[in-house]
């Protein structure tokens, strides 16, 4: 099995852990097609070519292999908080218990300020939709 299979294998199984969607988990088993989540209700649904290339881009990049967006909109600009499966497998457990927690190591694109985009943790939530919103 290659790296990125197994990545897809991962995410897969975190999507499933988080609850969501699961018309949207299968829509990325089959497809590989990331979702947005609604900054306003976190519910997920079709991003946009422009984001899809810039996660392609990035996956690139970094070799990590993105599963969800969750958009938000801050003071600081709208952020697509891209979670993903690293390319080090020795650090998925530790990721899948902070998952657990409610936390996050996402890459966070800042549309408005894109100098400020960075990997950094985030706390979010899940919703009853089968979504995900970014806590503050």
């Known amino acids: 099995m290659t790296m990125q299979e197994r990545q897809k ?9 988080l609850g969501i969607n699961p018309d949207t988990v299968r829509k990325f088993e ?18 946009e070519d422009f984001v899809k290339t810039m996660i392609h881009q990035l996956e690139q990049r970094f070799g990590f292999l993105v599963y969800l967006n969750v958009r938000s ?14 390319k080090y497998d ?3 457990e530790m990721s899948l218990v902070d998952l657990q927690e409610g936390y996050a190591l996402v ?5 408005s300020y894109p100098e400020n985009s960075e990997m950094g943790s985030i706390s979010f939530r899940r919703t009853k939709n089968g979504g995900i919103l970014r806590a503050y």
């Open 107 to 111: 890459y966070a694109n800042n549309w």
């Open 73 to 86: 909109d801050t003071f600081v600009g709208t952020i697509d908080n891209l979670f993903f499966v690293g």
């Open 30 to 47: 089959e497809t590989g097609e990331v979702s947005t989540c609604s900054c306003l209700t976190g519910e997920p649904g079709p991003t």
């Open 9 to 17: 294998e991962e995410a897969l199984k975190r999507m499933n852990l």
């Open 90 to 92: 020795e650090e998925w």
